[in-house]
């Protein structure tokens, strides 16, 4: 760390003094734009770029980051008040968040994802702080393979999500691959789009996502008067959320492994967190002791999946200010912020603008300290929507939805596509096929193909290509490693559980004879 220049930016952020009045708003605008399911980060952001350009450099970055960190944890609230993500990288939070909502512990949950959200938010930025220079160099060696290897350790999580029936998980995940793979791929083929040309860049995640999610989901809401039935766990509690703020320590080693993973995952161009979030969730799963209770309100599945979302965003800026290529949408548009400026970020500005790039990581460093201030005040705003009947809450959220996926799309195909879906999600949920598979398999199937057809043009079809490879054999290995003690664990569960049920028997038996003497 070159000590002058991180002396010449706290002189920078010391003379900015408007910059820092732009912090608040950010992370008031990204939380309230990303808590609204259909409304991604990349899109609250593309809203305000217009407004960063009447302000100098610096505050500009500073606000459009701001909105950036706020997004980050935004989506946890909907994902866990109502099962609904507000954005793709808050799905894993989805899992455990709503089963604690469920028992009466949303507030406790919150309290889990916001701290969770603002460590490892500020642990990834002192990560990147560090590392910004050596990880330009790592970032440039990343080719398709170890992208494709990537992916496919995302679709193998499937396993590891838990499904009652392992050859519906199955054909969900193939099914969802399929969806991922519609219209035209890198090679200039077209399949699938039945002469509509709304289809040639395949079928809109967000519109889709939020149709499979939240039809079973609304239609299971329908049926009762409130989010949650009994009165006394609407209860909205400063004292609970801030117990689940601090209850976020008893799990260190949840907090370091979903940071590590999300920094990777997040450096990597085009992957994002939306990945990073399961892959965390299904390795922390895999190696606690308590893995059975996972899905049902283990408070660790949302501290996993919210540390990865988190720490994503220093890897993403990392890739970004270090190389100019953006992680994501969100930082595709930091990125035109840059540029509008005059600015190209790359080698070549870590280089001469040293002082800037320093100031900007600690910009984003204050903003995630701040977060939690700001997260806490909007937490106690929008838990208030336990109690509110859902006879006025399902349209509010039907018009919203509606209305974000207009927004995303641009024209109709947004709407459209969320009814087509909303019937998908309902079917399948009624035929008891995971919707989690789907999804996942939505999400990456395309990015699977592309790098696989990327490797195979590098290689030129030779196998032992991978042996020039030794990332992509270590993410290999990992993940066999990972899918054997998955497999080991789901055994010894399946045997405990047996035992158990053996000893229940033999218990009734016993009581029966006993009444039969």
Not at 109 to 131: K, W
Not at 442 to 465: I, K, N, V
């Amino acid at each position: 760390m070159d000590l002058h220049a991180m002396m010449a930016a706290l002189d920078l952020m010391g003379s900015s003094v408007a910059s820092w009045g732009w912090i608040i708003p950010g992370l008031v605008v990204g939380l309230v734009f990303s808590a609204i399911p259909g409304v991604s980060v990349s899109m609250a952001m593309a809203i305000v770029l217009p407004m960063s350009l009447y302000m100098d450099f610096f505050p500009s970055v500073v606000f459009l980051t701001s909105v950036y960190t706020g997004a980050g944890f935004g989506g946890s609230v909907p994902a866990i008040l109502m099962n609904i993500p507000g954005s793709p990288t808050s799905y894993a939070t989805t899992f455990d968040g709503y089963a604690m909502a469920k028992k009466g512990q949303y507030n406790e949950a919150l309290g889990y994802a916001l701290f969770a959200s603002t460590l490892c938010g500020l642990l990834g930025y002192v990560l990147l702080l560090i590392v910004v220079e050596p990880l330009a160099d790592i970032v440039l060696r990343i080719g398709p393979f170890e992208m494709f290897t990537v992916a496919l350790w995302g679709m193998l999580l499937l396993g590891s999500l838990g499904t009652k029936y392992a050859s519906r998980g199955l054909v969900a995940a193939g099914f969802g691959v399929l969806l991922g793979t519609l219209g035209m791929n890198t090679a200039g083929f077209v399949r699938a789009t039945f002469g509509m040309p709304e289809l040639l860049n395949g079928i809109a995640p967000v519109p889709a996502m939020i149709g499979l999610l939240a039809s079973g989901q609304l239609l299971n809401l329908a049926t009762r008067d409130y989010i949650l039935d009994a009165e006394s766990s609407r209860e909205v509690s400063l004292k609970k959320i801030l117990a689940g703020c601090w209850g976020t320590f008893k799990y260190p080693g949840v907090l370091l492994r979903g940071s590590i993973i999300g920094i990777i995952i997040g450096a990597v161009p085009g992957v994002g967190s939306s990945v990073g979030n399961l892959i965390a969730y299904a390795e922390t799963k895999r190696t606690s002791k308590d893995s059975a209770t996972f899905g049902k309100g283990n408070p660790k599945g949302v501290v996993a999946a919210e540390a990865a979302v988190a720490s994503a965003e220093g890897g993403s800026m990392a890739t970004m200010l270090a190389l100019g290529i953006p992680g994501g949408g969100a930082t595709a548009i930091l990125l035109a912020a840059f540029l509008m400026h005059n600015i190209v970020p790359g080698p070549n500005f870590i280089q001469t603008q040293k002082p800037m790039v320093y100031a900007i990581i600690l910009n984003n460093m204050v903003q995630a300290v701040l977060l939690l201030v700001v997260g806490i005040a909007f937490i106690y705003v929008a838990c208030n929507v336990v109690k509110v009947r859902t006879r006025y809450v399902l349209p509010a959220i039907l018009v919203i939805a509606v209305m974000g996926t207009y927004a995303v799309e641009g024209s109709i195909t947004g709407p459209v596509t969320l009814f087509v879906f909303s019937l998908i999600g309902f079917a399948l949920v009624k035929f008891e096929y995971p919707v989690a598979a789907v999804v996942v398999g939505l999400l990456l199937g395309r990015m699977l193909e592309t790098e696989l057809l990327r490797s195979y043009q590098l290689s030129g079809g030779d196998l032992l290509y991978i042996i020039h490879r030794p990332a992509a054999m270590a993410i290999v290995a990992l993940m066999g490693f990972s899918l054997a003690m998955t497999m080991i664990g789901k055994r010894r569960q399946a045997r405990m559980e047996a035992e158990e049920a053996a000893m229940m028997r033999a218990l009734e038996n016993e009581e029966v004879a006993g009444v039969k003497q």
